[in-house]
């Protein structure tokens, strides 16, 4: 079963940066990590993604300037960091996983339980 746990949101002014981790466990090393997110009467809406087992990444467009994907396999760990950011960037994340290197949730089989950043203006 795989487990995903998000951590390091909060609370931050605009222009503030953050960077909010998701431990993964064991993972197919074929599948990819994506982040996504979640704002109060919103959709839920792709962040960026990266497979497991090589450097690709994939990025919605409006993303791809201030936020960066990483991973450490070493620690199971993936990363978001979140540059300049916004109060339109105030959502819950996820974390997510699945076989799919996508940016449809749908494609992604477990889901963590989101983390919430809020950005104050």
């Known amino acids: 079963q795989v487990q995903l746990v998000e951590s390091g949101g909060g609370l931050v002014q605009a222009g503030d940066s953050l960077r909010i981790s998701c431990t993964t466990g064991?993972?197919?090393?074929?599948?990819?990590v994506g982040w996504f997110r979640q704002a109060p009467g919103k959709e839920r809406e792709f962040v960026a993604t990266?497979?497991?087992?090589?450097?690709?990444?994939y990025y919605a467009d409006s993303m791809k300037v201030r936020f960066t994907i990483s991973k450490d396999r070493a620690k199971s760990t993936v990363y978001l960091q979140m540059n300049s950011l916004r109060p339109e960037d105030t959502a819950v994340y996820y974390c997510?996983?699945?076989?799919?290197?996508?940016?449809?949730?749908?494609?992604?089989?477990?889901w963590g339980q989101g983390t919430q950043v809020t950005v104050s203006s």
């Open positions: 997510a996983a699945g076989p799919q290197f996508s940016g449809k949730a749908s494609d992604y089989k477990y």
């Open positions: 064991r993972i197919l090393s074929s599948w990819s």
């Open positions: 990266i497979r497991w087992s090589s450097p690709s990444t």
